[in-house]
């Protein structure tokens, strides 16, 4: 990997979950690459394709009129971390390190630096390639809106506009029956998807992870506007919270993926628990991967586009181990290793909560510090 060397070629790889606006970032990357001259790897799958030495060519033709898809035509996978790489041996999986053999497939493939993008997991592969000497650019991906250093990851926008829609449509159900509907959204453990898209539905009650919640205060919360003729309630509850009794609800594990936690189940839990305490009849809506699905909203087709001819400026200025971010109205870029140091999690004192506060939300607590 030669130091100084022109950047002619360029891989291109989405890790973890999909998102909308992945494919408006590939687009924005091999566009302007093409345009100055360069050719463009489309390694399949995420990391698992450049363990595997799968990929194919991405030429002008196979990035247009991508734009508006959602997911990613590349294919991804939480399952192919180079460095916790599960092989099954005798019916059992074992986790070896795969990372010498992706640097291999990054040479013999001839790529001068590789954009990566993805979320912390990805991020966090991205820095150790870096170490051994891989040249990465990062561009932040993830619904859960969770990377401290930029002050949005694209697809969050499309997600909590799903949520919205979603407690929109639950608020003609919860009227008409008089009925306490639940609906839990996704964001690991981070709140900001049922955070926004709570107060951009109306929800009565929010339910995050930075706030273990009282059982008693959410009774009460639906009770008392019971009391008040106001007879439906919303609760919009993040797959990561938890009662401050209780723990975090995990669906499965999959020893196979970096994370092996799979969050959700907490919204049929308090749907119960509000049936069971307060009488009123209650329902509840689990909004998975309806979150991550679908056409990007035009926020994030823009920001995408805007990370993705960053990002490959980045990497024709050989700016290599950095990540492109969102400060204020600016895309900048940040170095990897300082993206993935700090997980961004909702704070009492943010004004999206303060402005909840203010409408009467509940967060579930008697006070937030
Ligand atoms: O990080 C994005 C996300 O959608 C989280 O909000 C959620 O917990 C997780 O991915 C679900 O992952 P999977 O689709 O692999 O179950």
Redesign the pocket.
Known sequence: MAKGKKVKRIGILTG??D?PGLNAVIRGVAKPAHDNGLSVLGILDGFEGLVEGRGRELYNKDVSGILAQGGTILGSS?KGDPFHWPEEVDGKIKIVDRSAQAIRNYEAWDLDAIIAIG?DGTMHISKQLADMGMNVVGVPK???NDLEATDVTFGHDSAVFVVTEAIDRLHTTASSHHRVMVIET???YAGW?ALHGGIAGGADILLLPEFPFDWEKVYDKVLHRHMMGKRFSIVCVA??AKPQDGEIVVRAKDKK?TDPI???GIGELVAKKITDNTGLETRYTILG?L??GGSPTPYDRILSTKFGTYAINLAIKRKFGRMAALKGSEIVSVRIEDAIAKQKVVTADNQDVQAALAVGISFGVENLE
């Open positions: 973890g979950g998102c939480n979320g993830t619904i859960d996704m964001g690991r998807i797959e990561g993926r799979q969050l959700g991967h979150q991550r």
